[in-house]
């Protein structure tokens, strides 16, 4: 089944950009088709295994970080072909 995921990482320090590039770079390091903005992360694939990243990625980024968030929303369809018609 495929999905796309949307991530929003914050962490909640004064010097919170390090641990976004670091989780960024995991994420685009996957093979998994990507889509950046400056506010989220989109990845689609399988769910599996895009969740498996997901996963990976997010204990890592919670390891080095006292105190972060990761909001996610995942639907189910691969949506990175998706083009407004308007």
Request: net charge negative; proline share 6%; no cysteine.
């Amino acid at each position: 089944m495929e999905i796309s995921v949307e991530l929003t990482l914050t962490p909640l320090q004064d010097d919170f950009e390090p641990p976004i590039i670091d989780f960024i770079k995991a994420l685009r390091n996957s093979g998994f088709a990507i889509k950046e903005t400056p506010l989220s992360t989109q990845i689609y694939g399988e769910f599996s295994s895009v969740m498996s990243l997901v996963t990976s990625a997010t204990e890592k980024a919670f390891e080095k970080t006292t105190h972060i968030v990761l909001n996610m929303k995942v639907v189910k369809s691969n949506r990175s072909e998706y083009e407004p018609f308007f």
